[in-house]
């Protein structure tokens, strides 16, 4: 037993080793006890006081000795496990955001900045909210141009964004100022078609007179050269039953710069979007009275498409990295 070799100890077998042949059953202490029998009486308690002293010292000793040794085991071995994060790992690949999701940021930043509040309803729809309060009563062949999932009990996969339209104006009363960005579903599958996609619908709604068409080509204009950049906006006449007048909003060819091309149908001009003056029917169907407003609605893949020159809608979701490695 030596306390110089406790003190010099470096290795934790070692200091085991040195803590058997102390305290072990054939150690040092075990036999220094078992000398007692043979001490003088007199001097058997200060015998014992004294091993008992030694016995607390070496006790600590080993102990402290022992925890020196592991905190500097769990020190190296911290050391070798280390990560240097600041370190330059050239095959370190970052993700990025799916182009649709992407196009749908930039445009809800838009109207976000222009003081829209974003609303959100839900996928499983009623024929109410769905069609009905857009005034598109049953049987109504302008059904017709949206073909729907349909559940049992007049529900339905929302075909458009428009049911937020309805629920919004239900809950709130006017002013109203809002959009609506969301996934769709159509019984459609082709080029430019896939059975689930995403809308931006929009609604701003005010006193009667308040609203009106200029407004509505005002803030499309500003939206669309903010998309697309220096670009002429043409509104065309058209009809959808919950706007009146209606039209569909075509922006020149951002390939041909409008001389006409095969993405444009050499037209020059290429569709984004539809929109009008809400429709008293749907005011009625809401219980607004004296009001006017415009609502708009756009299909964020067709953005999506034009933006980054995509021909083919469905390569969107079929989650090819190869495709979407190009957007990072
Ligand atoms: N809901 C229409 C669709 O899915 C898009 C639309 C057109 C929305 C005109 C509107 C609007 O709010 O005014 O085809």
């Given at each position: 037993m030596d306390e110089k070799s406790i003190k010099s100890c470096n290795s934790l077998s070692e200091l085991e080793k040195l803590r058997v042949s102390i305290f072990?059953?054939?150690?040092y202490f075990v036999g220094q006890f078992a000398k007692m029998k043979t001490v003088a009486d007199k001097e058997k308690k200060n015998f014992a006081q004294k091993l008992n002293k030694d016995k607390e010292y070496f006790l600590n000793l080993l102990n402290s000795k022992k925890m020196q040794l592991e905190s500097q085991a769990i020190a190296i071995e911290m050391k070798k496990d280390r990560?240097?994060?600041?370190l330059f790992n050239s095959t370190s690949e970052a993700g990025a955001l799916h182009p649709v999701m992407d196009t749908m940021d930039k445009i809800i930043e838009y109207f976000v900045s222009m003081n829209f509040s974003i609303e959100e309803g839900p996928l499983v729809e009623d024929d109410f909210h769905n069609f009905e309060a857009l005034n598109l009563p049953k049987h109504h062949p302008a059904r017709d141009m949206q073909d729907t999932f349909y559940f049992e009990d007049?529900?339905?996969?929302?075909?458009?964004?428009?049911p937020v339209q309805i629920r919004t104006m239900l809950k709130t009363d006017p002013p109203i100022r809002m959009i609506c960005p969301g996934a769709v579903f159509r019984r459609d599958y082709d080029l430019t078609h896939t059975p689930m996609f995403h809308q931006v619908e929009g609604l701003v709604v005010g006193k009667s007179?308040?609203?009106?068409f200029a407004n509505l080509k005002y803030i499309l204009k500003d939206f669309l050269k903010y998309m697309f950049g220096e670009v002429e906006v043409r509104f065309r006449p058209s009809f959808f039953p919950?706007?009146?007048p209606s039209t569909e909003v075509d922006i020149s060819c951002i390939f041909c710069k409008g001389k006409g091309c095969r993405v444009c149908s050499h037209t020059g001009w290429l569709e984004v979007l539809g929109s009008g003056c809400v429709h008293e029917n749907v005011f009625k169907a809401v219980n607004y009275k004296d009001v006017s407003g415009y609502a708009f609605g756009l299909g964020v893949e067709r953005f999506a498409m034009l933006l980054h020159k995509i021909?083919?809608?469905r390569s969107l979701f079929e989650g090819d990295l190869r495709l979407l490695e190009q957007f990072r």
């Open positions: 072990g059953k054939k150690g990560v240097d994060v600041t007049n529900m339905l996969l929302r075909t458009h964004t428009s007179g308040e609203i009106s919950f706007t009146e021909p083919d809608l």
